[in-house]
T-cell receptor, first 116, second 111 residues
Framework: GAVVSQHPSWVICKSGTSVKIECRSL??????MFWYRQFPKQSLMLMAT?????????EQGVEKDKFLINHASLTLSTLTVTSAHPEDSSFYIC????????????FGSGTRLTVV | TQLLEQSPQFLSIQEGENLTVYCNSS?????LQWYRQEPGEGPVLLVT?????EVKKLKRLTFQFGDARKDSSLHITAAQPGDTGLYLC???????????FGQGTILTVHP
């Protein structure tokens, strides 16, 4: 139980275009989801906290206009990388807190974004 | 300032060796989690430790939570190539409901 499905697994896009990454909770409702960015051989860096029905909370240094987050339902959060540039290339991972499990967080399988 | 200091950052060992990864902080945590991540995948939860002094075992993996709940360790006995991966400690930040991670330890076990 408590599965988070993330799509796509990988995407290649041209500079200047936008890319949308979806994160769905399959068997539970996620009022809060988290978006992380990860560079090769490094840890996860929290980008923003996505709240259903309200604005996302961004971590310091993360550009709100570049990384648009929408959490329109209890099972879906999306991250859109707008006007992508090669430096946006990274591994993006979403996560949801599973309130039924006191300390439980479940993660998506990640999206490898390559901007060319 | 890193909330969770994890060490070492890299470990390269031979199959059969033992190893320990450390996760330290100046803050007291209500709980601490250990994750393992393989390339191209999301982290997978290994264990959550909650009580100071707690020891949990998962096959060849032994997890300890410090008495003061400021540090934790992961010990692997007789490492195998299948243990290769990125190991992350993480803790929930009270009041914010978000998980913060240590820098991670990249473990490579050679056959």
């Amino acid at each position: 139980g408590a599965v988070v499905s993330q799509h796509p697994s990988w995407v290649i896009c041209k500079s200047g275009t936008s890319v949308k990454i979806e994160c769905r909770s399959l068997d539970f409702q996620a009022t809060t989801m988290f978006w992380y960015r990860q560079f090769p051989k490094q840890s996860l860096m929290l980008m923003a906290t996505s709240n259903e029905g309200s604005k996302a909370t961004y971590e310091q240094g993360v550009e709100k206009d570049k990384f648009l987050i929408n959490h329109a339902s209890l099972t879906l959060s999306t991250l859109t990388v707008t006007s992508a540039h090669p430096e946006d290339s990274s591994f993006y991972i979403c996560s949801a807190r599973v309130w039924e499990k006191r300390y439980g967080y479940t993660f998506g399988s990640g999206t490898r974004l390559t901007v060319v | 300032t890193q909330l969770l200091e994890q060490s070492p950052q890299f470990l390269s060992i031979q199959e059969g060796e033992n190893l320990t990864v450390y996760c330290n902080s100046s803050s007291v945590f209500s709980s601490l989690q250990w994750y393992r991540q393989e390339p191209g995948e999301g982290p997978v939860l290994l264990v959550t430790v909650v009580t100071g002094g707690e020891v949990k075992k998962l096959k060849r993996l032994t997890f300890q939570f410090g008495d003061a709940r400021k540090d934790s360790s992961l010990h692997i006995t007789a490492a195998q190539p299948g243990d290769t991966g990125l190991y992350l400690c993480a803790s929930w930040v009270p009041g914010y409901g978000k998980l913060t991670f240590g820098q991670g330890t990249i473990l490579t076990v050679h056959p």
